[in-house]
């Protein structure tokens, strides 16, 4: 078990003590482990950012790779920690949604609330269970101990208030989930979405509008339009994008999460 | 030795090439050494800032960590090189007070002026001793070498200026000693400087005050308040913090490192 | 194989999804690589920024060493992705400039394009070629693959618009090519560029200037003067800066790269 990968995704941010805090109990626990940062910067407390994240990055990681994740903004309160088990790994953090989309992607297996104390510190700050618990039960978990081993099995868990697009009479009524760093404006509406409800559209067809910008055709990449055209395309999770070639299109369309986005069959609208 | 732990804490920033340099020559000296940032992000030239970020991470590191600090404004000048034996780890950096909060708490059993050219970089450049110096005696720490071959023992160490809290009266008079990644306020006032000096006073009884806002009684955590409410508490190093309920109190309040922070009994103002 | 010290150099940004993707894909192919962070926070599609920082960073790290590089706007369109095997290292990343001048300072000995799909994860997106060409070809090329049976030799590939600098009359006009996180300017005029073209200057015996400001004579190192004072100095990797003491050369000259800066013998200008 010694190369046990865990990767950490939290809104630590990269330069204070709390992330290496963490590392450090979890290091004392099995100095084996592979400790791989997904991120530190989830923006502070946003648990759907981060869900976001973890989603799309968890994936790509080996079989039995454990995903430790704290954006964690009801520490010590009554939210509890657990841990999902699911067919390829373990998330471990708080029940607060935060993990639920990642491991809805591979399949739930099982929930555990973390009640085992054995496997905590010692001493439990009410403030920070990423190096009083989570930490301290990946590395466990790295070493073999089994998930049932943490706790009684959890029935409900909160799942994160992520919405998902809306048809209506040919249109896909969508929303901006997430800017990446890049300013991309990364969409709730999936390739499949489109294909499902707007069948035999090609992407040469559609029109995307958001702010009152209308977008005519999908294009294939960043890198092909006239720089500071702003454009729409697949990106590499399958969801819809809006992009501004060498550009922010957050920054361009003053577009943040939550800005409702629209896809339709260019030319039922007759305006371009 | 292959599994040694090095822990870096620097002000090189996350954009620029010297993190990465000093990482390549520690693995070209011992390419099994496991390099754990701990932040490269402290802000540029504040030692105070690096030294109160290595003491709140370095205790959670098991024994025989190296932890490798470089936060060095006067690199090139006539301030040492050093390296700081205690009970459980080898500390190494400049000579400026960086190193001597983490090791104090630690217990110190010798510092050592780094002089055996041996163990640093055929080629000294005055800029940049993390490089040079530092990374490689660090590195060869975690092959095996002792302390004592890298020099002679420096009697004089530089201790850096962290200012304690007073007491007059029945108040604690303290400071901000840091703003973290959250925007919460870290005080140089701990757990126990309250017990000691206002005996007897539970946390419900205590007033903090800080630029004219006045905190009645202390919370467990960040979460139980409504949001954008004041609130002091015990953070996770045992020092007392005040926060905004998801918010920044640094923000908030407008306060900075060295701002005046005071603690009382409530009772005895006869404010609330 | 196992012990292989991969390094990443992007402008990914530290917030977003894309570089742990990256990384648990190579290490769902060789899950016993080193992963080392140079940086992912390259500003975003700043080729030649990303050029420097890699040159600057690469060369310490022990042989053998595969330098994984992706900034690269162009992704999905025309440009090839390239590998770049030097005396000591192999480069893996887009061609456009960006691997060059890191693989010359190491000596070219052959560029191939990556063309065996056999290598790269099964479905290739047209805008991540870092989680779906480079980081797996990285990956194999860890586990021993050699580098020809990646693809074709390349015979012409893309070379950065990297400025020298230019003499004439006595005068070394060069520019600034970065600003490091200190806001120290790095120009690209070297020690070498001036004891070629101002042969027998010594250091105190230069002036050298930048946006109207004269700088007289070079210092060794950034702490030796006034705080507040505009200082000249060689870097650590030999390239004249510009640096301004406890401060930002950056800020306090409003400069930025492609600055003019001009060096020249001091006594000759008699403006002292």
Redesign the interface.
């Known amino acids: 078990m010694k190369?046990s990968?865990i990767?950490l995704?939290t809104d630590?941010?990269?330069?204070?003590?709390?992330?290496?805090?963490?590392?450090?109990?979890m290091?004392?626990i099995n100095?084996?482990a592979?400790?791989?940062?997904?991120?530190?910067?989830?923006?502070?407390?946003d648990i759907l950012h981060g869900a976001?994240?973890?989603?799309?990055?968890?994936?790509?990681?080996?079989r039995k790779?454990i995903h430790l994740a704290v954006v964690d903004?009801?520490?010590?309160?009554k939210r509890k920690p657990i841990l999902i088990e699911t067919e390829n790994y373990v998330f471990v953090g708080p029940d607060n949604g935060l993990l639920v989309p990642a491991a809805e992607a591979d399949r739930i297996r099982r929930v555990v609330a973390l009640s085992n104390s054995r496997y905590f510190l010692p001493e439990i700050?009410?403030?920070?269970h990423g190096?009083?618990i989570f930490g301290p039960v990946a590395a466990h978990l790295s070493l073999g101990a089994g998930p049932s081993s943490f706790g009684e099995p959890l029935e409900r868990y909160v799942t994160p208030e992520m919405p998902g697009p809306t048809v209506k009479d040919g249109h896909i009524f969508g929303e901006v989930l997430y800017v990446?760093?890049?300013g991309n404006l990364i969409t709730n509406i999936s390739r499949l979405d489109i294909s499902t409800s707007l069948p035999g559209a090609a992407p040469e067809d559609l029109e995307v509008s958001i702010k009152g910008a209308y977008i005519s055709g999908l294009v294939?990449?960043?890198?092909?339009s006239r720089s500071g055209l702003t454009t729409a395309?697949?990106?590499?999770t399958g969801a819809l994008e809006i992009a501004v070639t060498?550009g922010s299109a957050a920054k361009a369309l003053g577009a943040a999460p939550g800005e409702h986005v629209t896809v339709r069959r260019a030319a039922e609208g007759g305006r371009r």
């Open positions: 190369e990968i990767t995704t630590f941010g990269a330069s204070g003590p709390y992330a290496g805090a963490m590392k450090g109990v290091l004392g100095p084996g592979s400790l791989v940062d997904i991120t530190h910067e989830v923006p502070q407390g976001v994240v973890l989603a799309a990055a968890a994936r790509y990681f080996p790779t903004p009801g520490v010590g309160t700050s009410p403030t920070f190096r009083d990446d760093t890049f294939d990449t960043y890198g092909v395309l697949f990106g590499s060498n």
